[in-house]
């Protein structure tokens, strides 16, 4: 047999067939241990009436997924440590959201309005000469009402054209570009820049909000796993020292 070796493979091996009954016990106990050590501590168990695998692992991590855990200790189930804290909201459980009513608090008003507040007044600088070339493939202008732009235009504006390209000509020069949309680049100028003004100015446009990744728990998504009587170990452990 020849695999691949640009491919990644699943190869299997039967190691027995037997049926499980009280005298096979020690067959059986030899079979798997066998199975775990050829398998680095993965086997799979088929039943021979419906062919249907089950995977089972002597390691801490979800067989079906593929999903590993380190082994535990005290700094998994601590928001202070790195080792334990949720990478979104950094250990706090709730993170800063851009608001739209923030964002747009009349859209009654059209952009030479600033309807769309964070974009600011109207000049002649490379952020309006995208959102320009943005108003000409979607047909609005600057003084169509915020609430009368398409929404698909409108989430272009605020969310970004991914993968769309769109054109536009500055001093005689042709472009090409994906616009980021304006949460994109609230979000970065809140997170990424090293301007306390910037980043209070971006603040301006938005809310506090529960972390969707731990909703709250403010621990990482493994060290949420971990559970005692249906507790995750931070609330147990806070439960215990309250008590």
Not at 185 to 196: A, C, F, K, P, Q
């Amino acid at each position: 047999m020849q695999a691949d070796r640009y491919k990644v493979h699943d190869i299997e091996a039967v190691i027995d067939r037997l049926q499980v009954v009280e005298d096979r016990k020690e067959r059986l106990s030899t079979s798997l241990q066998t199975a775990l050590k050829m398998g680095n501590g993965l086997v799979l168990v088929a039943k021979n009436d419906d062919h249907e695998a089950f995977p089972y692992s002597k390691h801490l991590m979800d067989a079906e997924t593929g999903l590993s855990y380190e082994e535990p200790s005290p700094n998994a189930f601590s928001f202070n440590s790195p080792y334990g804290m949720c990478p979104t909201c950094t250990g706090l459980g709730y993170v800063n959201k851009v608001d739209m009513e923030k964002v747009i608090p009349d859209d009654t008003k059209s952009i030479n309005e600033q309807g769309i507040v964070p974009f600011g007044e109207v000049r002649d600088n490379w952020m309006f000469q995208q959102i320009r070339a943005v108003a000409k493939k979607y047909k609005f202008s600057f003084t169509t009402p915020v609430k009368a732009i398409s929404k698909e235009a409108l989430d272009v504006l605020l969310h970004g054209s991914k993968e769309e390209q769109f054109k536009m000509q500055v001093n005689g020069n042709n472009y090409e570009f994906a616009f980021e949309g304006l949460v994109n680049l609230l979000d970065r100028w809140y997170n990424d820049t090293s301007s306390e003004k910037i980043r209070q100015w971006a603040e301006e446009f938005m809310t506090v909000d529960t972390c969707n990744t731990c909703q709250g728990a403010r621990l990482k998504t493994e060290s949420l796993h971990f559970k005692i009587a249906e507790k995750i170990l931070q609330n147990f452990l806070i439960w215990i020292w309250g008590h």
